[in-house]
Protein backbone atom coordinates (compact mmCIF):
# COMPACT_ATOMS: atom_id res chain seq x y z
CA UNK A 1 0.00 0.00 0.00
CA UNK A 2 2.60 2.37 0.87
CA UNK A 3 3.72 2.42 -2.62
CA UNK A 4 0.62 3.28 -4.21
CA UNK A 5 -0.53 7.36 -4.73
CA UNK A 6 -3.24 8.59 -3.17
CA UNK A 7 -5.89 7.94 -5.59
CA UNK A 8 -5.51 4.42 -5.61
CA UNK A 9 -5.63 4.08 -2.05
CA UNK A 10 -8.47 5.86 -1.58
CA UNK A 11 -10.12 3.76 -4.52
CA UNK A 12 -8.72 0.15 -2.62
CA UNK A 13 -10.35 1.75 0.81
CA UNK A 14 -13.78 1.21 -0.98
CA UNK A 15 -13.06 -2.04 -1.27
CA UNK A 16 -12.82 -2.24 2.06
CA UNK A 17 -15.47 -0.58 3.11
CA UNK A 18 -18.11 -1.87 1.18
CA UNK A 19 -17.17 -5.79 1.65
CA UNK A 20 -18.62 -5.38 5.37
CA UNK A 21 -21.77 -5.48 3.60
CA UNK A 22 -20.48 -8.41 1.01
CA UNK A 23 -19.90 -10.79 3.85
CA UNK A 24 -22.14 -10.04 6.74
CA UNK A 25 -25.41 -8.51 4.39
CA UNK A 26 -25.19 -10.55 1.32
CA UNK A 27 -23.47 -14.18 2.49
CA UNK A 28 -23.57 -14.73 6.19
CA UNK A 29 -25.47 -12.92 9.02
CA UNK A 30 -28.42 -11.73 7.28
CA UNK A 31 -29.14 -14.51 5.54
CA UNK A 32 -29.20 -16.77 8.75
CA UNK A 33 -31.10 -14.32 10.55
CA UNK A 34 -33.86 -14.33 7.04
CA UNK A 35 -33.90 -18.24 7.36
CA UNK A 36 -34.61 -18.11 10.96
CA UNK A 37 -37.26 -15.74 10.69
CA UNK A 38 -39.01 -17.58 7.72
CA UNK A 39 -38.75 -20.71 9.78
CA UNK A 40 -40.70 -19.15 12.93
CA UNK A 41 -43.26 -17.93 10.00
CA UNK A 42 -43.63 -21.66 9.14
CA UNK A 43 -41.52 -21.48 5.51
CA UNK A 44 -39.85 -24.46 4.59
CA UNK A 45 -36.06 -24.87 4.23
CA UNK A 46 -36.20 -25.15 0.31
CA UNK A 47 -38.57 -23.17 0.15
CA UNK A 48 -37.26 -19.85 1.98
CA UNK A 49 -34.01 -20.61 0.16
CA UNK A 50 -36.12 -20.62 -3.24
CA UNK A 51 -37.53 -17.09 -1.65
CA UNK A 52 -34.08 -16.02 -1.40
CA UNK A 53 -33.12 -16.42 -4.70
CA UNK A 54 -35.50 -14.81 -6.41
CA UNK A 55 -35.22 -11.69 -4.14
CA UNK A 56 -31.63 -11.67 -5.07
CA UNK A 57 -32.26 -12.34 -9.11
CA UNK A 58 -35.34 -9.32 -8.87
CA UNK A 59 -33.16 -6.57 -7.34
CA UNK A 60 -30.51 -7.12 -9.26
CA UNK A 61 -32.87 -7.41 -12.81
CA UNK A 62 -34.17 -3.91 -11.76
CA UNK A 63 -30.63 -2.28 -11.52
CA UNK A 64 -29.71 -3.84 -14.18
CA UNK A 65 -32.41 -2.46 -16.35
CA UNK A 66 -31.01 0.90 -15.32
CA UNK A 67 -26.89 0.37 -15.52
CA UNK A 68 -26.37 1.24 -19.37
CA UNK A 69 -28.11 4.47 -19.71
CA UNK A 70 -26.40 5.33 -15.98
CA UNK A 71 -23.29 4.68 -17.40
CA UNK A 72 -23.99 6.56 -20.53
CA UNK A 73 -24.86 9.33 -18.77
CA UNK A 74 -21.99 9.20 -16.13
CA UNK A 75 -19.03 9.89 -19.11
CA UNK A 76 -20.41 13.38 -19.08
CA UNK A 77 -18.40 15.60 -16.52
CA UNK A 78 -19.41 15.71 -12.94
CA UNK A 79 -21.81 12.59 -13.37
CA UNK A 80 -20.10 9.49 -11.83
CA UNK A 81 -19.16 11.12 -9.01
CA UNK A 82 -22.88 12.25 -8.15
CA UNK A 83 -24.40 8.38 -9.23
CA UNK A 84 -21.90 7.15 -6.82
CA UNK A 85 -22.96 8.95 -3.88
CA UNK A 86 -26.55 8.17 -3.88
CA UNK A 87 -26.57 4.83 -4.57
CA UNK A 88 -24.18 4.69 -1.74
CA UNK A 89 -26.56 6.51 0.44
CA UNK A 90 -29.82 4.44 -0.37
CA UNK A 91 -27.14 1.19 0.74
CA UNK A 92 -26.17 2.80 3.69
CA UNK A 93 -30.01 4.07 4.72
CA UNK A 94 -31.64 0.29 3.87
CA UNK A 95 -29.06 -1.94 5.43
CA UNK A 96 -29.36 0.52 8.95
CA UNK A 97 -33.50 -0.01 8.28
CA UNK A 98 -32.50 -4.12 8.57
CA UNK A 99 -31.11 -2.82 12.07
CA UNK A 100 -34.77 -1.50 12.83
CA UNK A 101 -37.33 -3.72 11.27
CA UNK A 102 -38.98 -6.37 13.36
CA UNK A 103 -37.66 -9.89 12.95
CA UNK A 104 -41.23 -11.38 12.72
CA UNK A 105 -42.01 -9.12 9.78
CA UNK A 106 -39.67 -11.36 7.32
CA UNK A 107 -41.04 -9.99 4.03
CA UNK A 108 -40.36 -6.47 4.77
CA UNK A 109 -36.86 -7.79 5.70
CA UNK A 110 -36.56 -9.10 2.58
CA UNK A 111 -37.68 -5.97 0.86
CA UNK A 112 -35.25 -3.78 2.39
CA UNK A 113 -32.58 -6.58 1.56
CA UNK A 114 -33.49 -5.88 -2.13
CA UNK A 115 -33.22 -2.44 -1.72
CA UNK A 116 -29.79 -2.55 -0.20
CA UNK A 117 -28.86 -4.87 -3.16
CA UNK A 118 -30.26 -2.39 -5.70
CA UNK A 119 -27.47 0.60 -3.62
CA UNK A 120 -24.82 -1.87 -3.44
CA UNK A 121 -24.90 -2.89 -6.91
CA UNK A 122 -25.81 0.74 -8.55
CA UNK A 123 -22.36 2.46 -6.09
CA UNK A 124 -20.41 -0.40 -7.80
CA UNK A 125 -20.87 0.36 -11.53
CA UNK A 126 -19.54 3.66 -10.55
CA UNK A 127 -16.55 2.33 -8.38
CA UNK A 128 -15.42 -0.04 -11.07
CA UNK A 129 -15.77 2.35 -13.78
CA UNK A 130 -13.07 4.79 -11.55
CA UNK A 131 -10.27 2.29 -12.37
CA UNK A 132 -9.38 4.14 -15.03
CA UNK A 133 -9.47 7.56 -13.60
CA UNK A 134 -6.79 6.30 -10.45
CA UNK A 135 -4.26 4.47 -12.26
CA UNK A 136 -2.85 3.46 -15.27
CA UNK A 137 -3.19 0.55 -17.41
CA UNK A 138 0.26 -0.98 -16.78
CA UNK A 139 -0.81 -1.02 -12.81
CA UNK A 140 -4.31 -1.54 -13.44
CA UNK A 141 -3.71 -5.53 -12.60
CA UNK A 142 -2.17 -5.06 -9.18
CA UNK A 143 -4.70 -2.46 -7.84
CA UNK A 144 -7.53 -4.22 -8.42
CA UNK A 145 -6.41 -7.14 -6.98
CA UNK A 146 -4.87 -5.27 -3.93
CA UNK A 147 -8.66 -3.74 -3.42
CA UNK A 148 -10.08 -7.00 -3.44
CA UNK A 149 -7.58 -8.14 -0.66
CA UNK A 150 -8.03 -5.41 1.58
CA UNK A 151 -12.10 -5.64 0.80
CA UNK A 152 -11.11 -9.15 2.14
CA UNK A 153 -8.83 -8.63 5.12
CA UNK A 154 -11.12 -5.38 6.03
CA UNK A 155 -14.14 -7.32 5.86
CA UNK A 156 -13.18 -9.80 8.73
CA UNK A 157 -13.23 -6.71 11.59
CA UNK A 158 -16.69 -5.97 11.38
CA UNK A 159 -17.63 -9.73 10.90
CA UNK A 160 -15.49 -10.93 13.91
CA UNK A 161 -17.61 -7.92 15.51
CA UNK A 162 -20.82 -9.69 14.52
CA UNK A 163 -20.15 -13.73 15.09
CA UNK A 164 -18.58 -11.86 18.57
CA UNK A 165 -22.38 -10.70 19.58
CA UNK A 166 -23.92 -13.26 18.40
CA UNK A 167 -21.89 -16.33 20.01
CA UNK A 168 -22.03 -14.71 23.06
CA UNK A 169 -25.90 -13.82 22.88
CA UNK A 170 -26.25 -17.26 22.58
CA UNK A 171 -24.28 -18.40 25.03
CA UNK A 172 -25.59 -15.77 27.84
CA UNK A 173 -22.48 -14.14 28.63
CA UNK A 174 -24.07 -11.34 26.66
CA UNK A 175 -27.72 -10.12 27.97
CA UNK A 176 -29.12 -9.73 25.07
CA UNK A 177 -31.01 -11.95 22.58
CA UNK A 178 -29.12 -13.39 19.19
CA UNK A 179 -32.19 -11.19 17.23
CA UNK A 180 -30.78 -8.05 18.80
CA UNK A 181 -27.17 -9.18 18.43
CA UNK A 182 -27.99 -9.90 14.66
CA UNK A 183 -29.55 -6.36 14.18
CA UNK A 184 -26.50 -4.21 16.27
CA UNK A 185 -24.28 -6.57 13.25
CA UNK A 186 -26.46 -4.90 10.71
CA UNK A 187 -25.83 -1.36 11.84
CA UNK A 188 -22.14 -1.94 12.31
CA UNK A 189 -22.14 -2.64 8.87
CA UNK A 190 -23.41 0.27 7.22
CA UNK A 191 -21.28 2.19 9.80
CA UNK A 192 -18.39 0.51 8.93
CA UNK A 193 -19.53 0.94 5.03
CA UNK A 194 -19.60 4.58 5.48
CA UNK A 195 -16.55 5.30 7.16
CA UNK A 196 -14.22 4.13 5.06
CA UNK A 197 -16.15 5.39 1.90
CA UNK A 198 -14.74 8.94 3.23
CA UNK A 199 -11.72 8.68 1.24
CA UNK A 200 -13.29 7.32 -1.65
CA UNK A 201 -15.75 10.46 -1.78
CA UNK A 202 -13.02 13.14 -0.73
CA UNK A 203 -10.08 12.24 -2.99
CA UNK A 204 -11.02 10.13 -6.16
CA UNK A 205 -12.22 12.43 -9.25
CA UNK A 206 -13.39 11.58 -12.48
CA UNK A 207 -10.18 12.28 -14.68
CA UNK A 208 -11.85 11.19 -17.92
CA UNK A 209 -14.92 12.03 -19.16
CA UNK A 210 -16.84 14.05 -22.43
CA UNK A 211 -17.75 17.34 -22.20
CA UNK A 212 -21.16 18.29 -20.36
CA UNK A 213 -24.22 18.99 -22.87
CA UNK A 214 -27.12 20.63 -22.35
CA UNK A 215 -29.36 17.74 -21.95
CA UNK A 216 -26.91 14.97 -20.48
CA UNK A 217 -30.05 12.30 -20.62
CA UNK A 218 -31.21 12.54 -24.45
CA UNK A 219 -26.97 12.70 -25.06
CA UNK A 220 -27.20 9.67 -22.97
CA UNK A 221 -29.42 7.74 -24.22
CA UNK A 222 -28.53 8.96 -27.40
CA UNK A 223 -24.56 7.70 -26.82
CA UNK A 224 -25.72 4.46 -26.17
CA UNK A 225 -27.74 3.93 -29.45
CA UNK A 226 -24.49 4.80 -30.72
CA UNK A 227 -22.47 2.31 -29.23
CA UNK A 228 -25.36 -0.24 -30.17
CA UNK A 229 -24.81 0.38 -33.61
CA UNK A 230 -21.20 -0.04 -33.23
CA UNK A 231 -21.37 -2.70 -31.64
CA UNK A 232 -20.03 -5.14 -34.62
CA UNK A 233 -16.38 -2.60 -34.03
CA UNK A 234 -16.31 -3.99 -30.69
CA UNK A 235 -16.86 -7.11 -30.93
CA UNK A 236 -14.40 -9.38 -28.80
CA UNK A 237 -14.61 -7.14 -26.04
CA UNK A 238 -18.65 -8.18 -25.94
CA UNK A 239 -17.65 -12.04 -26.42
CA UNK A 240 -15.82 -11.25 -22.82
CA UNK A 241 -18.86 -10.06 -21.89
CA UNK A 242 -21.03 -13.06 -22.69
CA UNK A 243 -18.50 -15.19 -21.43
CA UNK A 244 -18.18 -13.33 -18.30
CA UNK A 245 -22.09 -13.02 -17.90
CA UNK A 246 -21.78 -17.27 -17.84
CA UNK A 247 -19.00 -17.74 -15.35
CA UNK A 248 -18.84 -14.55 -12.94
CA UNK A 249 -22.66 -15.85 -12.40
CA UNK A 250 -21.64 -19.19 -11.26
CA UNK A 251 -19.25 -16.91 -9.01
CA UNK A 252 -21.93 -15.00 -7.61
CA UNK A 253 -24.27 -17.38 -6.68
CA UNK A 254 -22.32 -19.25 -4.66
CA UNK A 255 -21.37 -16.53 -2.63
CA UNK A 256 -24.85 -15.24 -2.30
CA UNK A 257 -26.01 -19.03 -1.77
CA UNK A 258 -23.51 -20.14 0.21
CA UNK A 259 -25.00 -19.70 3.34
CA UNK A 260 -28.33 -21.05 2.78
CA UNK A 261 -26.67 -24.18 1.04
CA UNK A 262 -24.51 -24.78 4.91
CA UNK A 263 -27.60 -24.13 6.20
CA UNK A 264 -29.59 -26.91 4.58
CA UNK A 265 -27.20 -29.47 5.22
CA UNK A 266 -27.57 -29.38 8.98
CA UNK A 267 -24.01 -27.26 9.77
CA UNK A 268 -24.61 -25.17 12.65
CA UNK A 269 -24.67 -21.21 12.57
CA UNK A 270 -21.68 -20.87 14.68
CA UNK A 271 -20.07 -23.18 12.81
CA UNK A 272 -20.80 -21.89 9.08
CA UNK A 273 -19.80 -18.04 10.48
CA UNK A 274 -16.58 -19.55 11.54
CA UNK A 275 -15.76 -20.70 8.20
CA UNK A 276 -16.99 -17.93 6.24
CA UNK A 277 -14.44 -15.84 8.41
CA UNK A 278 -11.71 -18.19 7.25
CA UNK A 279 -12.83 -17.88 3.98
CA UNK A 280 -12.16 -14.02 3.94
CA UNK A 281 -8.68 -14.26 5.82
CA UNK A 282 -7.23 -16.80 2.83
CA UNK A 283 -8.80 -15.07 0.14
CA UNK A 284 -6.84 -12.32 0.59
CA UNK A 285 -3.39 -13.41 -0.18
CA UNK A 286 -5.03 -15.16 -3.07
CA UNK A 287 -6.31 -12.25 -4.75
CA UNK A 288 -2.96 -10.39 -4.83
CA UNK A 289 -1.08 -13.72 -5.91
CA UNK A 290 -3.66 -13.72 -8.60
CA UNK A 291 -3.04 -9.98 -9.84
CA UNK A 292 0.92 -11.28 -9.45
CA UNK A 293 0.53 -14.29 -12.00
CA UNK A 294 -1.69 -12.25 -14.32
CA UNK A 295 1.14 -9.60 -15.08
CA UNK A 296 3.42 -12.80 -16.13
CA UNK A 297 1.11 -15.37 -17.37
CA UNK A 298 -1.38 -12.77 -18.76
CA UNK A 299 -5.29 -12.32 -17.24
CA UNK A 300 -7.13 -14.45 -19.69
CA UNK A 301 -4.83 -17.32 -18.41
CA UNK A 302 -5.45 -17.03 -14.68
CA UNK A 303 -9.20 -16.97 -15.71
CA UNK A 304 -9.03 -19.67 -17.44
CA UNK A 305 -7.57 -21.18 -14.13
CA UNK A 306 -10.21 -19.63 -11.74
CA UNK A 307 -13.08 -21.03 -14.03
CA UNK A 308 -11.63 -24.64 -13.54
CA UNK A 309 -11.35 -24.28 -10.04
CA UNK A 310 -14.85 -23.76 -9.68
CA UNK A 311 -15.80 -26.75 -12.12
CA UNK A 312 -13.82 -28.68 -9.62
CA UNK A 313 -16.14 -26.95 -7.03
CA UNK A 314 -19.30 -27.64 -8.10
CA UNK A 315 -18.02 -31.44 -8.95
CA UNK A 316 -16.94 -31.48 -5.12
CA UNK A 317 -20.28 -29.69 -3.84
CA UNK A 318 -22.37 -32.41 -5.36
CA UNK A 319 -21.03 -34.87 -2.97
CA UNK A 320 -20.92 -33.10 0.10
CA UNK A 321 -22.12 -34.09 3.49
CA UNK A 322 -20.09 -33.37 6.45
CA UNK A 323 -19.04 -29.80 8.09
CA UNK A 324 -15.41 -31.12 7.07
CA UNK A 325 -16.30 -31.15 3.14
CA UNK A 326 -18.41 -27.57 3.50
CA UNK A 327 -14.68 -26.46 5.07
CA UNK A 328 -13.20 -27.79 1.95
CA UNK A 329 -15.39 -26.40 0.00
CA UNK A 330 -14.89 -22.91 1.63
CA UNK A 331 -10.88 -23.27 0.69
CA UNK A 332 -11.31 -23.73 -3.01
CA UNK A 333 -13.72 -21.01 -2.80
CA UNK A 334 -11.75 -18.92 -1.44
CA UNK A 335 -8.36 -19.97 -3.69
CA UNK A 336 -10.30 -18.43 -6.69
CA UNK A 337 -13.16 -15.73 -5.60
CA UNK A 338 -11.20 -12.75 -5.22
CA UNK A 339 -8.54 -13.51 -7.97
CA UNK A 340 -11.39 -14.01 -10.68
CA UNK A 341 -13.40 -11.35 -9.73
CA UNK A 342 -10.38 -8.79 -9.81
CA UNK A 343 -8.76 -9.64 -12.85
CA UNK A 344 -11.87 -9.57 -14.84
CA UNK A 345 -12.29 -6.27 -13.71
CA UNK A 346 -9.37 -5.04 -14.81
CA UNK A 347 -9.07 -7.11 -18.05
CA UNK A 348 -12.01 -4.82 -18.89
CA UNK A 349 -10.67 -2.19 -17.70
CA UNK A 350 -7.63 -2.14 -20.14
CA UNK A 351 -10.00 -2.56 -22.81
CA UNK A 352 -12.69 0.19 -22.53
CA UNK A 353 -12.09 4.05 -24.28
CA UNK A 354 -11.34 5.49 -21.09
CA UNK A 355 -13.12 8.81 -21.70
CA UNK A 356 -16.57 6.06 -22.35
CA UNK A 357 -15.77 3.82 -19.50
CA UNK A 358 -19.09 4.16 -17.49
CA UNK A 359 -21.05 3.23 -20.34
CA UNK A 360 -19.46 0.64 -20.84
CA UNK A 361 -18.95 -0.45 -17.63
CA UNK A 362 -22.30 0.07 -17.68
CA UNK A 363 -22.61 -2.90 -20.13
CA UNK A 364 -20.39 -4.79 -17.33
CA UNK A 365 -22.54 -4.09 -14.97
CA UNK A 366 -25.70 -5.50 -16.74
CA UNK A 367 -23.47 -8.79 -17.45
CA UNK A 368 -22.84 -8.59 -13.70
CA UNK A 369 -26.16 -8.34 -12.68
CA UNK A 370 -27.94 -10.27 -15.05
CA UNK A 371 -25.36 -12.80 -14.04
CA UNK A 372 -26.99 -12.68 -10.77
CA UNK A 373 -30.48 -13.48 -12.33
CA UNK A 374 -29.92 -16.53 -13.69
CA UNK A 375 -27.75 -18.88 -11.11
CA UNK A 376 -29.57 -17.76 -7.98
CA UNK A 377 -33.08 -19.21 -9.88
CA UNK A 378 -31.18 -22.03 -10.95
CA UNK A 379 -30.15 -23.13 -7.63
CA UNK A 380 -33.28 -22.41 -6.17
CA UNK A 381 -35.43 -23.86 -8.98
CA UNK A 382 -33.30 -27.14 -9.22
CA UNK A 383 -33.39 -26.96 -4.92
CA UNK A 384 -37.04 -26.80 -4.84
CA UNK A 385 -38.28 -29.41 -8.02
CA UNK A 386 -35.68 -32.31 -6.02
CA UNK A 387 -36.06 -31.39 -2.72
CA UNK A 388 -31.92 -31.24 -2.77
CA UNK A 389 -29.53 -28.44 -2.38
CA UNK A 390 -26.68 -30.14 -3.73
CA UNK A 391 -28.14 -30.83 -6.99
CA UNK A 392 -29.21 -27.07 -7.20
CA UNK A 393 -25.27 -26.39 -6.58
CA UNK A 394 -24.00 -29.17 -8.91
CA UNK A 395 -26.25 -27.14 -11.65
CA UNK A 396 -24.05 -24.48 -11.56
CA UNK A 397 -21.32 -26.31 -13.31
CA UNK A 398 -22.54 -25.25 -17.03
CA UNK A 399 -22.42 -22.04 -16.17
CA UNK A 400 -18.32 -22.10 -15.49
CA UNK A 401 -17.98 -24.64 -18.59
CA UNK A 402 -19.77 -22.13 -21.12
CA UNK A 403 -18.10 -18.85 -19.97
CA UNK A 404 -14.45 -21.40 -20.47
CA UNK A 405 -15.05 -22.08 -23.78
CA UNK A 406 -16.40 -18.89 -24.45
CA UNK A 407 -13.51 -17.20 -22.91
CA UNK A 408 -11.00 -19.22 -25.02
CA UNK A 409 -12.66 -17.79 -28.27
CA UNK A 410 -11.91 -14.12 -26.82
CA UNK A 411 -9.04 -12.46 -28.84
CA UNK A 412 -5.73 -11.71 -26.86
CA UNK A 413 -5.35 -8.43 -25.24
CA UNK A 414 -3.20 -7.06 -27.83
CA UNK A 415 -5.94 -7.68 -31.09
CA UNK A 416 -8.47 -6.70 -28.69
CA UNK A 417 -6.95 -2.92 -28.25
CA UNK A 418 -6.68 -3.02 -32.19
CA UNK A 419 -10.14 -3.47 -32.80
CA UNK A 420 -10.69 -0.87 -30.20
CA UNK A 421 -8.52 1.61 -32.00
CA UNK A 422 -10.27 0.65 -35.08
CA UNK A 423 -13.85 1.83 -33.44
CA UNK A 424 -12.22 4.96 -32.33
Known sequence: MSRMTKQEKSWVFYDWANSAYSILITTAIFPLYFKAAAKEAGIA??????????????????????????????????????????????GIIFTLLLAVVPSNQWMILLICYMVTVIGFGGTNIFYDAFLV????????????????????????????????LIILSQQGILAISVTVASQAAFAITALWWGLFTIPMLKNVKQIYYKEQVSNPVTNGF????????????????????????????????????????GSDLGITSTNLLIILFATQVVAAPFAVLYGKLADRFKGKTMLLVGIFVYIVICFYAYFLKTTLDFWILAMLVASSQGGIQALSRSYFAKLVPKESANEFFGFYSIFYKFAAILGPFLVGFTAQITGNTNSGVFSLIVLFIIGGLLLIRVPEHEAIIKSNSVSQ
Open 222 to 261: RQLFLTFKKIRLFRPLFLFLVAYFFYIDGVNTIITMSTAY
Open 45 to 90: ASTSTAYWGYANSLATLLISLCAPILGSIADFKGFKKRFFTFFFAL
Open 133 to 164: DVTTEDRMNQVSSKGYAMGYIGSTIPFILGIA
